[in-house]
């Protein structure tokens, strides 16, 4: 089986200031992982992805994230969040054994001026 | 631009009515997808095709089917509409179906009144 937890609904920074959103896994498999963000009434972009390569993803838009297979997490960060970051973040599972992709819940972002 | 279309962008119709909202997925991509997104439902996994054949079902309403034609792209047909069919109807395609990214189109905003 396979699951994702985003663990922050919310996460609201200050303009200039990093950004953490979290992201933790389980998959019965070596997953493949993704993140991708929505603007309001918009379609999901594709933000990054990681498979089976270099632990350390970089991603559009000045992202990374960093695959840690011992604590099963896949955590987003920017170093300095800009007004346009603003938006829905969602952390995506999926692995070799299934066609299923499963999204996470979702965490809003909010940047303040 | 993901270069997945969707038709028609927005959509207003009465309970009991039927709809077909289309996609045509990235030029060279095989797989297509369904995902419903409201409000008090987050962003649901309806259905998965790849090159005409259903692979993966999601939390699809018996009310809804959908189907890949030849030329690959795809309708979700909606029927007996209610008004909590009233969402952000989106399509992705994907290359293989199977551990790669999914490019998201714009999406149908369907409104049941």
């Known amino acids: 089986a396979q699951s994702v937890t985003q663990l922050d609904s919310h996460v609201s920074v200050s303009e200039g200031t990093p950004v953490l959103l979290r992201c933790n896994y389980s998959?019965?498999?070596?997953?493949?992982l993704f993140w991708y963000v929505q603007h309001p009434n918009k379609g999901l972009q594709l933000l990054l992805k990681y498979t089976s390569a270099a632990t350390l993803v970089k991603g559009i838009n000045g992202f990374e994230a960093e695959f840690k297979k011992s604590e099963t997490s896949f955590h987003l960060t920017k170093p300095s969040a800009h007004m346009s970051d603003a938006a829905e973040y969602f952390c995506v599972v999926t692995h070799s054994g299934t066609y299923k992709y499963i999204f996470g819940t979702g965490t809003r972002l909010k940047v303040l001026a | 631009d993901s270069g997945v279309t969707q038709t028609p962008k927005h959509l207003i119709t009465a309970t009991g009515q039927r709809v077909t909202l289309r996609c045509s997925p990235r030029?060279?991509?095989?797989?297509v997808y369904w995902y419903q997104q409201s409000l008090d439902q987050g962003l649901q996994f309806l259905i998965q095709y790849y090159n005409g054949e259903e692979r993966a079902k999601g939390n699809i309403l018996e009310r809804f089917s959908a189907q890949q034609f030849p030329d690959l792209h795809s309708e979700l047909n909606l029927s007996s509409l209610e008004l909590g069919d009233s969402a952000l109807y989106f399509c992705?395609?994907?290359?293989?179906?199977?551990?790669?990214?999914?490019?998201f189109g714009p999406g149908t905003r369907l409104t049941v009144t």
């Open positions: 030029s060279g991509d095989l797989s």
């Open positions: 992705a395609s994907s290359l293989s179906g199977k551990m790669d990214e999914q490019y």
């Open positions: 998959s019965s498999y070596s997953p493949s």
